[in-house]
C-alpha cells in the first residue's frame, strides 16, 4: 500500500470524541502499515480552526450547565427521521466551508469523524464537489440517534452488535457497519487493586471511590460530595476535577474538613490507574467514561446524564448489571453503602463482560483494509485503462 493520508475530525465537546479520536490515531501508530499512512487529528471545534464553531461550542456547553432541558429537546427532534435529516442538514451547510476548507488542506484518502457534525458537513462536502476520500463515522455511545445515520457515509463503526442490527433494520448493508466497541486508549485496565492503588500513591485499605464528571468536571460533584458525607464507613475519594477549576478549589476545601479521606486530581492521564484501584466509580455516563469503566472492571453509580445519549447509555450499563443509575430523588448514601457491601462483585463481573479493550485496534485494522481495498481498485482501474 502505498503512503495514504487518513484524517481524524473531531469536536471537542466534552472529551470523550477527542479521546476516542486519539485512541485511533495512537492504535494507527501501532500498526504494522504505519509507515505508509499519514494520520492527523483535527479539532473540528477549536478556536484556531473556527471561531464561529468555537462560539458554537461554547453556547452548546452553556446551555448544558444553566438549561440542559433544551438539549433534550433537540435530541429528541433531531432524533426523529424527518427532521433529523433537517438538523443534519443545516449543520452540515454551516460548517461546510470550514470542513471544506480542511480537506483541501489536508487532501485525505480517508476521513474518519467521531461527531456527527463533522460527519454530516463532510458528506455533504464530497456530494458537492466529488471528491473521491473514504468517509467513516465512528459513534461514541452505546444508542442509536438518527443524527448519526448521514446517507453518502460508506462506514460505520458502532459500540454493540445490537447497535448494527438496528443500523440493518434502517437499511443500512450489513458491510457498512462494524461493531467494534468504543475505542479507548491503550492502557494496563489488568491491574490489580492493590498495584494500582500503590502506582497512584494511595495509602491505607479504604473503600475507594473515584468520581469523575469528563474532561470538564460537570455532573453536579459538588452535590455528591456532600451526598457521600451521610456515609457512615469511612471511604477514600478520590476527585477528577478536570479542566474545572472552580470544582477543584471546591473539592480541595472539602477536603480539609470532610471525615473521609479525599484526594483532589486536575486533568490527569492516570484515569486508568484511579480506575483500577477503585472499588466503585461515580460518574456521568459519557460514552467513553462507561467503556474505560468497562475495561477496569469498575463498577458505576451512574447520575446527572446529559439527557439524550447519555441516559441511553445509562441504560445500557445498568441493563447489563454493570451499573446503578440513581435517578432524581434516590439518595445517593444509601445506594453506595449497599453496592459496597453487596454488590461490587457482580457489577465487576458484568462491567468485564462489557469490555472492548480491543476496539481502536480493530478499528485500525478496518480502515487500513479499506484503504488497501480502494488503492487496488485504483491501481486496477489505471492497469486497464
Not at 471545534?45 to 464561529?52: D, N, Q, T
Not at 453536579?220 to 456532600?226: F, I, K, P, Q, S
Not at 468497562?294 to 445500557?316: R, W
Request: some cysteine; overall charge neutral; aromatic content about 6%.
Amino acid at each position: 500500500m502505498e503512503r495514504v493520508r487518513i484524517l481524524i475530525l473531531t469536536a471537542s465537546i466534552g472529551s470523550g470524541h477527542t479521546r476516542a479520536a486519539e485512541a485511533i490515531r495512537a492504535a494507527l501508530a501501532a500498526h504494522p502499515a504505519a509507515a505508509k499512512m499519514q494520520v492527523d487529528v483535527v479539532d473540528f471545534m477549536a478556536r484556531e480552526v473556527s471561531a464561529i464553531h468555537y462560539l458554537m461550542k461554547r453556547i452548546y456547553l452553556l446551555m448544558l450547565r444553566f438549561v440542559p432541558d433544551l438539549y433534550d429537546v433537540f435530541f429528541r427532534i433531531a432524533g426523529k427521521n424527518a427532521s433529523g435529516g433537517l438538523v443534519r442538514g443545516a449543520f452540515a451547510r454551516v460548517m461546510g466551508r470550514t470542513v471544506g476548507r480542511i480537506i483541501r488542506t489536508y487532501t485525505p484518502d480517508l476521513i474518519i469523524a467521531t461527531h456527527p457534525f463533522p460527519e454530516g458537513a463532510a458528506a455533504l462536502w464530497r456530494r458537492r464537489h466529488g471528491a473521491d476520500f473514504v468517509l467513516a463515522a465512528l459513534l461514541t455511545d452505546y444508542a442509536l440517534h438518527a443524527i448519526w445515520l448521514v446517507p453518502h457515509v460508506d462506514v460505520f463503526f458502532v459500540a454493540t452488535e445490537a447497535m448494527a442490527e438496528g443500523m440493518a433494520a434502517r437499511g443500512f448493508d450489513g458491510y457498512m457497519v462494524h461493531a467494534t466497541g468504543i475505542p479507548i486508549a491503550r492502557a494496563d485496565y489488568g491491574l490489580d487493586r492493590r498495584a494500582a492503588q500503590e502506582r497512584a500513591g494511595l495509602t491505607g485499605d479504604l473503600p475507594t471511590l473515584l468520581l469523575m464528571g469528563g474532561g470538564l468536571g460537570l455532573g453536579g460533584m459538588d452535590r455528591t460530595l456532600a451526598a457521600l458525607e451521610q456515609v457512615e464507613q469511612r471511604l477514600l475519594i478520590l476527585v477528577v476535577a478536570g479542566r474545572n477549576a472552580v470544582l477543584e478549589e471546591h473539592a480541595r476545601a472539602v477536603a480539609c474538613t470532610s471525615r473521609h479521606a479525599i484526594r483532589v486530581f486536575a486533568y490527569t492521564d492516570e484515569i486508568p490507574t484511579l480506575m483500577c484501584a477503585a472499588d466503585l466509580l461515580i460518574t456521568k455516563p459519557g460514552g467513553l467514561t462507561i467503556s474505560e469503566a468497562f475495561a477496569a472492571g469498575l463498577p458505576l453509580l451512574l447520575h446527572d446524564p446529559i439527557p439524550g445519549p447519555e441516559t441511553e447509555n445509562a441504560v445500557y450499563a445498568t441493563r447489563r448489571g454493570a451499573a446503578v443509575w440513581l435517578h432524581p430523588g434516590e439518595e445517593m448514601a444509601p445506594a453506595v453503602e449497599e453496592i459496597l457491601a453487596y454488590h461490587v462483585p457482580e457489577m465487576r463481573k458484568a462491567a468485564h463482560d462489557c469490555a472492548r479493550v480491543d476496539a481502536a485496534e480493530h478499528v485500525a485494522e478496518c480502515l487500513t483494509e479499506i484503504l488497501t481495498r480502494k488503492r487496488g481498485t485504483v491501481h486496477d482501474t489505471e492497469k486497464n485503462a
